[in-house]
């Protein structure tokens, strides 16, 4: 009894030294990452709450709301549009991998075979918009003005040579549709969340080389905070890296 009781007091005294970190994050990858790593942060006495939301928008908001503290959805591009337009002061605290962006379709096989005047769906935010026409520009479906950049819109597209009709939708939502247009430019943790293989099953996708890597984002007053600092570390690990490469084989790759 004075063991089991001895037990318990030790187990209580852990508990009360654990700090809780809240991360927000999207189902596939990042909160699958989070629960890898979930362990090593239990050990270091950082007990990890993993928040999974469907959407780009209040992961930000609950952050700088402090609400949580911190989110793991992201990359830079994005981070920054977010602050800019939200007047928000979130900062990116590591980098942790590249999701390749890629367009998918279920009534084509290859982009050659674009019909003309196609439906062509895309993400409404403007940062992963413009990433969906660079895309598009690279695989010679389009010509953008050249200082159109990575916030390029459907504006700023001037060859069109099979007259595509672009369609700006809720990125969640592009899985979704993918039967009731012609091409769909897909966040891969959505594509990854709606069974499909980027690596297989893209007709057009980002190499390793994008400059989109996804980040573990907090307040600019937290960054330093010994908890998340902790959840950098270990997101740096080898053991994440090998877990990204094993589990993903290619749909995601490290970025560190």
Known sequence: MKKLIAAFAALAAFSAQAESLSVAATAVPHAEILEFVKPTLAKE?????????????????QVAEKRLDANFFQHQPYLDEFNKGRK???????????EPFGAYSSKIKTLKDLPEGANVAIPNDATNGGRALLLL????????????GILATPKDIVENPK??????????????????VDLALINTNYALEAKLNPTKDALAI?????????ILVTRSDNKDSD???????????????????????GAVVPAF
């Open 137 to 148: 520009q690279k695989a010679g479906v389009i010509t953008l003005k050249p200082e159109a």
């Open 88 to 98: 928000t002061d979130l900062v990116s605290v590591a980098s942790v991998h590249v």
């Open 45 to 61: 006495g950082v007990e990890l709450e993993i928040k999974v939301f469907t959407d780009y928008v209040q992961p930000n908001v």
């Open 227 to 249: 908890a998340v600092q902790k959840l950098a570390k270990a997101l740096h690990s080898d053991d994440v890296k090998a877990f990204i490469n094993d589990k993903y084989k």
């Open 163 to 180: 007259n595509i009709k672009v369609r700006e939708l809720e990125a969640a939502t592009l899985p979704r549709v993918l039967t009731q």
């Open 206 to 214: 980002e190499g390793s080389e994008s400059p989109y890597a996804n």
